[in-house]
Structure formats: C-alpha cells, structure tokens
C-alpha cells in the first residue's frame, strides 16, 4: 500500500438541465480497495460510474487519477486520445449488459485479445495463448475459445467480459451492477470469482450495485446515494449493521429475509 | 465534336470538379485518410463505379488517354460502357493498353504491366471504411482512425486465423499508408497489394455511393497487416495461365462447360493478349494468336 490515493474525486456534479444526475461527492480512492456505490434506481449511481470513468464529462468538479509514473493527472483536462488510452489499459469496465462490453460477433479468443492487439501485441501465439490463460482464469473450457458470446450463456459472458477487461493488468476497474440478471448460483459463483481476482490482481473497483449482499461480500467501503447525493458513507460492516442516516436504515430494513 | 454539345466537357459542371479536386487533393495530402465529398448523381446506378468516374471526370483533360478495366478486362460490360461514356462527353482517346494510358479506371485490379511516373490509377471503391463490418458507427472509425486506434482491425486477422488457420481475407486486405492510417485497398485481390507499395503511379479511390475519396500519392508506404508469425503473403497459383503461359500473375477461373471443365486465365486481358501476340503459348491456347481471330469477321 502507497500513502497516495489511485483516485482523487471532489465535488463532482453532473446536471441534465434543471435535473440532478449527481451532486458534490466527493472521495478518495486507494489501490486495491474495492468501494460500492449502493441505492436504489435513479439515485445517480450510474451517472457517478459514468462521470468517472470519463464516459460522461461532469458539470462541475475535479477527479484526478495516479497515473503508473505516480503522476496524478486531472481526468477531465486529458485529450480524448490519452483517456481513451488509459479506458484500455489502466482500466476496465464492466458492463451490466454483457452485449455492452463484447463484441458479440466475435470469438471469445479475439474478444479477450483485442485490448492486447490494442496496445500492439502482434504475435498471434502469445495472443492466444494470453486468452486462453484467461480464459481458464475465469473458468471457461479452453475449447469455447472460437465460439461467439452470443453462443453462451449470461453467465459466461459476463466473466467473459472481466476476462477482458483483466487481461491488460488493469489498476482500477468500474463495474455497473456486475451481478444484475443472473439467477443466484450463477452470481454467487461470479462474486467467488470477482473476490478472488480483485485480491489476487490488488485491483481497485469501484462497483456500483443495488444488491446489499454484493455490495457486502465484494467491497471494503461503500456510499449510500440518494437523490444523486451521498446520504452516508464508510466501512461496508459499519454501514450494513449500524446504519445512521434514516435512508440507509431503510435500505438496509428493506432486503428480504429468506 | 457534335456529341459533346449538349453537355459539359466530361459530363460534370466545373464547380462540382472543382469541389472533387479539392477533395483529391485533400486526400493527397493526407495519403489513406477518407475525405467526404458531395458525391453527385450519375447516369448509372451506385455500385457501378459512380465514385470512379466522378474522380475521373475531374481530371480528366483532352489530352488523356484513357483505359478502363473491370476485374481487370477491358472488355465486361462495366468497363466497354465507362470507356464508351468518356468518349461521348469527353471526346478522349481510349486504350485498352496499360503502358499507354495516362488515367487507368479500374474495378478491382492493378494491371499487371509495371505503372509508370505520370499515371493516374482511378479505383470504384464500394464500402471505403476497412472497419465498417467491425465497428458499424461511423461517429466511432472516424475517431478510431483519428486516434489511431488500430486494435480491432487485428481483431479480423486474429478472427481468420482462429477458423481458418491462416490469414484467410484474400480482397479487400486492409493496409497501412504511410505509417498511419488504415485503408480499404478497394477489394482487389491482397494480390495487388504490394503493387500499391511505393508505386510510381498516383493511385486514387472514388467511393460515390459512401461519398468519399481518398488517395495515394506516388512512392507512399502502403503495407499490408499482418502478425508477426502469420506474415502476410499474396495467393499463389500452381498452373500458369492456360492461354499465354504466364506465371506469377492473377488468374481467373474460367467455366468451359457444364461437365467441371474450366481453365485458369489471367484476369488481366490487355497483359494476356501481348503475351499471345508475343508467341507465349498456354495449353489450351488457340493455333492463332487471339487478338487477331477477333478482327476475323464471325461466320
């Protein structure tokens, strides 16, 4: 652990018009940790995700970024190249809808490779070689390698999906409710996964979910969004068992107990 | 010179060949990149080779002489009637000889005869965007091709390799111009890539349909892509061509009957008939020389 924080967000608001998608958070975060953003839908999680990973540009506020050279670097004055750059390398995004993140058309070998061809690997042993490594990392048979996505299952397409997105050694992953559509199983084989790649890489993620006990089981710190504002935020444990502000004690009142 | 009268000299208005020659010579400057224009409408459809003819058009003077070829004949449809269009609203010379053209319009093929310094070789290019199938938002290649990013164009080499066990695009192979960007060479068979290299002839591609056009200006790095252990390599043939013997060029198959017959012949017809007229003999070729059983009137 450095005694510098990866990312550095403060007062980060975005409008649409009159409407608020999300005002004034503000917060740090450090390597390796995982943070969730939790609430309910049209809380400005998403919106928060987006402005973040430069997706979206902010109305108003600064996030800076470490960069490896230990640099920080304010994300909203970088060219397009540059973020784009980094959007492949540095970072990864995972998408709720795998559709979203894959090239659906493609074999799941060049899906996972096309970062790698992306940053100019031009040897096509080690290419695949790479996806196969990979592939096996998040539990798909070797021999799925030259089939599409559309071919398997919503599970696998999502662990598709982390593996390419791990596949350049990224430092900071976003992922925008990682486990949403999959029936139980399948999700608490993903979130066993998630955990044991996010330890292992010392990955930094900040993950954005509705699910409580995603958001319990994956992360070390979590803000409560409401409105598009943080209503309370801290250790996962403390917020989960003691929550303070009234919203998250609905939150938290609010999940069903089998 | 009473054809010509009712239109303008080459068909177009000089304020819409002015626009085109500003964007040629856009595209000249920027070797590869794709420059919009206000493709007009021609008298025949899209898919033709509107876009070749417009560039045509533009440059074409008086003094040209012109040749015209479709898959590398001089004599299919396509080409007769680009050739015969030029010479109604433009009263140019034409060629079907490659050596003595000064603007060569072609579909598909780079003849085989070596260009020269001071030729202009037009191309009708269907679809200019190399990563149109990969990337079908064309808000998103413009800003591939702006941010040089390249990586996805590997992603169909890497896709070819994985179900064919080698680099199976064998037209329309993607190059790179001048170290930066990617281009559509136009699907001429990847066999004429290495024609495009450093070619002293002015190569430039009309697109009408998609309204672009770009360029390649003469002794311009064009490099096919390729990894670094699946090198790029052109097709090869294991007969020579059955008319005229000749190796080491582009063939076509040719159906002879309803019985699996068929021969290979080279695409280029003008590279053919010299060969023929030079005494090169092929095994299924005719006991007189080809260009001049044509002359013979039909029986």
Redesign the interface.
């Known amino acids: 652990m450095t005694d510098e924080p990866l990312l550095r967000v403060s007062a980060l608001s975005k409008f649409y018009g009159s409407r608020v998608g999300c005002e004034n958070v503000t917060f740090d975060l450090w390597p390796g940790e995982v943070l969730a953003v939790v609430g309910e839908s049209g809380s400005g999680k998403t919106t928060l995700l987006n402005c973040l990973s430069t997706r979206l540009l902010p109305s108003s506020g600064t996030a800076s970024y470490r960069m490896r050279d230990s640099q920080f670097r304010e994300l909203y004055r970088m060219s ?2 540059e973020r ?1 750059f980094l959007m ?1 390398t540095d970072w990864g995004f995972v998408h709720q809808n795998p559709a979203d993140g894959l ?1 659906m058309t ?2 799941a ?2 899906n996972v ?7 100019g690997d ?4 080690k ?2 070689a790479t996806a196969v490594d990979w592939l096996s990392r998040v539990e798909i048979d070797e021999d799925r ?2 089939d599409e996505p559309r071919a398997f299952s919503g599970g696998m397409r999502q662990r598709l999906q982390i593996a390419r997105n791990l596949v350049t050694g990224p430092r900071l992953v976003f992922m925008d409710e990682p486990t949403g559509g999959l029936d139980v199983s399948v999700q608490a084989r993903l979130l066993d996964l998630l955990r044991g790649l996010v330890t292992d890489l010392g990955l930094a993620a900040i993950v954005v979910t509705h699910d409580l006990a995603v958001a319990r089981l994956l992360s070390q710190r979590m803000m409560v969004m409401k409105d598009g504002r943080v209503v309370e935020s801290g250790l996962t444990d403390r917020v989960l068992d003691d929550p303070r502000a009234p919203y998250t004690q609905l939150l938290v009142s609010s999940i069903l107990q089998v | 010179m009473t054809d010509i009268a009712t239109y303008n000299f080459a068909y177009l208005d000089e304020q819409t060949k002015r626009m085109i020659r500003r964007a040629i010579l856009k595209g000249i400057a920027v070797p590869g990149y794709q420059v919009p224009f206000a493709s007009r409408e021609m008298p025949m459809p899209y898919g033709w080779g509107t876009g070749g003819v417009q560039v045509t058009a533009s440059i074409i003077g008086p003094e040209d002489v012109l040749k015209v070829i479709d898959q590398g004949a001089d004599d299919t449809t396509n080409a007769v009637s680009i050739r015969a269009f030029f010479k109604k609203v433009a009263n140019v010379a034409v060629t079907t000889e490659t050596a003595k053209a000064t603007i060569i319009q072609t579909r598909h093929r780079i003849p085989e005869h070596p260009l020269s310094a001071g030729q202009v070789l037009v191309y009708q290019v269907p679809i200019p965007e190399p990563l149109r199938f ?1 990337e079908p938002r064309e808000t998103e290649t413009r ?1 591939m091709h702006a ?1 040089e ?4 164009m ?3 080499l ?2 070819d ?3 064919h066990g080698r680099i199976a695009t064998s037209y329309a192979y993607p190059v790179k111009v001048e170290g930066r960007y990617v281009m559509d060479p136009s699907p001429t068979p990847k066999f004429d890539n290495p024609k495009m290299h450093r070619s002293p002839a002015l190569q430039l591609f009309g697109a009408g349909r998609e309204k672009r056009i770009y360029a390649v200006p003469p002794f311009t790095e064009v490099v096919s892509l ?5 090198p790029f390599e052109v097709q090869t043939f294991d007969q020579p061509c059955a008319l005229c013997a000749a190796e080491n060029v582009y063939l076509d198959e040719v159906i002879l009957d309803d019985h699996g017959g068929h021969m290979f012949v080279c695409s280029d017809t003008d590279h053919c008939e010299k060969r023929c007229e030079q005494g090169h003999r092929g095994h299924l070729a005719p006991e007189t020389p080809l260009a001049l059983e044509r002359t013979e009137p039909a029986q």
Request: hydrophobic share 35%; charged share 40%; net charge positive.
């Open positions: 397009e190249a784009r492949r090239r493609v074999s070998g060049a490779g096309e970062r790698l061809m992306a940053v031009r040897h096509y042993g290419i695949r390698i030259d | 990969l800003k941010l990013e390249y990586g996805l590997h992603v169909k890497y896709e390799i994985a179900r390729d990894f670094e252990d699946h």
